[in-house]
């Protein structure tokens, strides 16, 4: 059972900012939803998790792996969806899962084909798989940003606000998807949006001004807000 563990993580800003204040969660397998407003130090805890940016203090560890020691040890067991997704122009949704296929080291090149060509299936878009990613609606893009954090079998993908401007339909779309990987991994996602935690989640915090102030299970919580 895949498990991960935060501990007492920090992270102040050099503008000052605080943006984690000793946030603590124990994360394990299913989906877990991290619920709060903007500027509630999500988007830093994501961020912290996938390795992109170092806390000033604290412990992370996801199956045995000290993952501030050891950051490289986590990355090849985890895919990252973030908020701000870029996508090339001009390049089709083939061409470029297949691109960050061989990035992620998925180098042998029948596997990576099968593999593209299952992800870009199971998200709904292998129809479109000759378009420009760029031409794609936001809940296209999403949804391929998804296909993309699930390249190379990750054990843990961690998603950023997936569903901020998605339309009601692409929102239930994308909440069927989220639901279907969290059967076999665990999905961390954050959100400001209580509907995703309470259709999706089995598990949530609250976080506000960089601190943890509830946890628990959505059913519970979610009445309270
Ligand atoms: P650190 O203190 O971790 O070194 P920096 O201040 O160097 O962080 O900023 C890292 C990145 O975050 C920069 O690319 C910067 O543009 C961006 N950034 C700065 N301020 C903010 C903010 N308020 N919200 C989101 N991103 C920011
Ligand atoms: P959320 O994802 O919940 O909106 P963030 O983690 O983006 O929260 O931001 C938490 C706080 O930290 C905000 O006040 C934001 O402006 C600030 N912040 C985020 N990133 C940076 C950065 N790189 N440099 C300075 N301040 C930042």
């Known amino acids: 059972m895949q498990h991960l563990e935060i501990t007492d993580l920090c992270k102040t800003y050099k503008n000052g900012v605080k943006a984690l204040d ?7 397998s299913g989906m877990f939803g991290l619920l709060g407003p903007n500027g509630a130090g999500k988007s830093s805890l994501m961020r912290t998790l996938a390795t992109l940016q170092q ?5 992370i560890s996801f199956d045995g792996i000290n993952v501030l020691q050891h950051p490289e040890q986590l ?26 296929a061989v990035l992620k080291g998925v180098l042998n090149k029948k596997q990576r084909k099968e593999q593209v060509a299952a992800l870009l299936q199971q998200t709904n878009l292998y129809t479109e798989r000759k378009r ?14 998804i296909a993309q954090a ?15 401007g998605l339309d009601p339909l692409e929102r239930n779309r994308f909440h069927d998807l989220l639901s ?8 961390l996602l954050s959100t400001h949006i209580v509907e ?9 915090a609250i976080l506000a001004g960089g601190k943890v102030i509830l946890k628990g299970k959505p059913a519970s919580l979610t009445q309270q807000l």
Do not use: W
């Open 150 to 164: 699930l390249l190379g079998d990750p054990k843990l993908i961690i998603v950023d606000e997936p569903t901020a």
């Open 55 to 59: 806390p000033d203090s604290g412990q």
């Open 132 to 145: 420009a990613v760029s031409s794609f609606s936001g809940g296209m893009r999403q949804r391929f940003g």
């Open 196 to 204: 995703d935690v309470h259709d999706l989640c089995s598990e949530m």
């Open 75 to 100: 990355r090849m067991q985890l895919g990252y969806l973030p908020q701000d997704f870029g996508v090339y122009p001009r390049v089709s949704a083939l061409d470029l899962l297949d691109h960050m």
């Open 22 to 28: 000793n946030v603590s969660l124990t994360i394990s």
């Open 180 to 187: 279907e990987i969290g059967e076999n991994i665990v999905v």
